[in-house]
C-alpha cells in the first residue's frame, strides 16, 4: 500500500514565523498535493506537483509556497504564518500513469493540525 | 471551475439504519472519488466511481454521469462510520490535474 507520511502531527507557532510541512510518499507517485481543511468549505487545493521541481498553484495559494527537490518528497511552506492559516493541512499523492482508471486514486496523509497564535 | 455540492450536511443515524448521501457536481467528470475521513483526520478512497454502480461490503456507489450526480449508500450503519464522506471529482477538461471536493457530509452513527 502507498504510504503517505506528515511529518508533523500536531504545530503550534506564532504570528510572523516560518513554518514548514514536510510529506513523504514512498510508491514513486509523480503528482503530489498540499490541501486544507476548515469547517464547512471542504478541501481546498493550495498547490500541487506533477514532477520533481514543478509545481502548479491550486485554489488558494496566497501566502502559501511549496517545495519539490526530490520525487518522494513535497513541503509545504508559509513564509510568515497568520491566524487565518490556522487548518488542518493534508497531503496526497496518486500515479499520474494511470489517469483514466481505478488506480487513479488519491492516498492522503494523516494530517497536520496547524494552530497560529 | 466546477461545482460539487454535498447532501445532506450533517445526519445522525441510530446503529442499523440505511442511509444515502448525494453529490450533484456541475460540469461533466471523468474521475470520481469518494472518501471517508475518520474522526481523526485519516482520510480514505472508498470508491472511484466515475460511472456506473460499485459494492464493498456494507457500502456502494453509483455516478449517473449524465445527470452529474453520485450515490453513496451505507446499509446497516456502524458506529464506525462516523465521521465525513467527500466526494471528489475531476473534469474532463481538466483531467490528470486535480480533484475538487465537495463540503462534505458529516455522519454521526449512535450505538
Known amino acids: 500500500d502507498v504510504k503517505v507520511t506528515q511529518s508533523s502531527r500536531y504545530l503550534v507557532k506564532r504570528t510572523g514565523e516560518k513554518v514548514f510541512l514536510e510529506c513523504v510518499q514512498d510508491m514513486d507517485h509523480e503528482n503530489m498535493f498540499w490541501y486544507r481543511q476548515d469547517p464547512g468549505l471542504g478541501l481546498r487545493l493550495i498547490y500541487f506537483s506533477y514532477d520533481v521541481k514543478m509545481k502548479e498553484k491550486g485554489d488558494i495559494p496566497e501566502g502559501y509556497s511549496v517545495s519539490r527537490e526530490k520525487k518522494e518528497r513535497f513541503s509545504l511552506i508559509l513564509e510568515s504564518a497568520s491566524t487565518n492559516q490556522t487548518s488542518m493541512y493534508l497531503c496526497?499523492?496518486?500515479?499520474?500513469?494511470?489517469?483514466?482508471?481505478?488506480?487513479?486514486?488519491?492516498?492522503f496523509g494523516a494530517g497536520s493540525r496547524l494552530t497560529v497564535l | 471551475g466546477i461545482q460539487v455540492e454535498q447532501s445532506p450536511p450533517d445526519l445522525i443515524l441510530q446503529e442499523g439504519a440505511n442511509s444515502t448521501l448525494r453529490c450533484n457536481f456541475s460540469?461533466?467528470?471523468?474521475?470520481l472519488q469518494w472518501f471517508h475521513q475518520n474522526p481523526w483526520g485519516q482520510l480514505i478512497n472508498l470508491f472511484y466511481?466515475?460511472?456506473g454502480t460499485k459494492q464493498n461490503g456494507r457500502l456502494s456507489a453509483t455516478t449517473v454521469a449524465t445527470e452529474r450526480y453520485s450515490l453513496l449508500y451505507i446499509s446497516s450503519s456502524q458506529t464506525t462510520d462516523s465521521g465525513v464522506y467527500f466526494c471528489?471529482?475531476?473534469?474532463?477538461?481538466?483531467?490528470?490535474?486535480?480533484?475538487?471536493f465537495g463540503g462534505g457530509t458529516r455522519l454521526m452513527v449512535k450505538p
Open positions: 471528489a471529482v475531476e473534469p474532463f477538461y481538466n483531467a490528470g490535474n486535480m480533484l475538487t
Open positions: 496526497a499523492s496518486r500515479d499520474s500513469g494511470q489517469v483514466f482508471s481505478g488506480a487513479n486514486v488519491l492516498t
Open positions: 466511481i466515475p460511472s
Open positions: 460540469d461533466s467528470v471523468n474521475n
